[in-house]
T-cell receptor, first 110, second 116 residues
Framework: ELKVEQNPLFLSMQEGKNYTIYCNYS?????LYWYRQDPGKSLESLFV?????AVKQEGRLMASLDTKARLSTLHITAAVHDLSATYFC??????????FGKGTHLIIQP | NAGVTQTPKFRVLKTGQSMTLLCAQD?????MYWYRQDPGMGLRLIHY???????AKGEVPDGYNVSRLKKQNFLLGLESAAPSQTSVYFC???????????????FGPGTRLLVL
């Protein structure tokens, strides 16, 4: 059974600081997804990582994938308030759907 | 392009009542999915479909049924609602390649269901 664990589950940080969210998964997978969810809203796709060593960046967010360690990271650089949201990683895709982590609730304070 | 739409947006049911949630996508995607989201649990897959006329069980299928009579629509049914089915339900779709070329799953806006 595929399991996906995120940590931390809750993170409060100050604007301007850097931080990393970790996503571990239990079985081999070459596809890892990061989504953002704002309160009461749907999920917005951030990154799709397809291979070992993949790194993608969008603004202040950078995601990486290490398939050998079964680990993905989402790094936040110089955080701003607008990045406050819940971030989910998910593994799988294709016909069988996605297995999600429980999400990281991120609050960025001035 | 409306993307993925869901009907209704919010519904209150009494225990034992039935209802159907409708998901529609206009992106000609082969794959469609139903997830439920509960506080602190992330999203969990209920049922999915790899094409018109096909359905399969996901992680938490009990108490739900689905149908995919048309490629663009995926229906989720609750025959006899229970308070444990109080949740936010999300529909999603993805193209046939399913991520191997970088495609993601596209999510609908969600349906909030309260079962009393």
């Amino acid at each position: 059974e595929l399991k996906v664990e995120q940590n931390p589950l809750f993170l409060s940080m100050q604007e301007g600081k850097n931080y990393t969210i970790y996503c571990n998964y239990s079985t081999t997978s070459d596809r890892l997804y990061w989504y953002r969810q704002d309160p009461g809203k749907s999920l917005e796709s951030l990154f799709v990582l397809l291979s070992n060593g993949a790194v993608k960046q969008e603004g202040r967010l950078m995601a990486s994938l290490d398939t050998k360690a079964r680990l993905s990271t989402l790094h936040i650089t110089a955080a701003v308030h607008d990045l406050s949201a819940t971030y989910f990683c998910a593994v799988g895709g294709g016909a069988d759907g996605l297995t999600f982590g429980k999400g990281t609730h991120l609050i960025i304070q001035p | 392009n409306a993307g993925v739409t869901q009907t209704p947006k919010f519904r209150v049911l009494k225990t034992g009542q039935s209802m159907t949630l409708l998901c529609a996508q206009d992106m000609n995607h082969e794959y469609m999915y139903w997830y439920r989201q509960d506080p602190g649990m992330g999203l969990r897959l209920i049922h999915y479909s790899v094409g018109e006329g096909t359905t399969a069980k996901g992680e938490v299928p009990d108490g739900y049924n689905v149908s995919r009579l048309k490629k663009q629509n995926f229906l989720l049914g609750l025959e006899s609602a229970a308070p444990s089915q109080t949740s936010v339900y999300f529909c999603a779709s993805s193209p046939l390649q399913g991520g191997w070329h970088g495609e993601t799953q596209y999510f609908g806006p969600g349906t909030r269901l309260l079962v009393l």
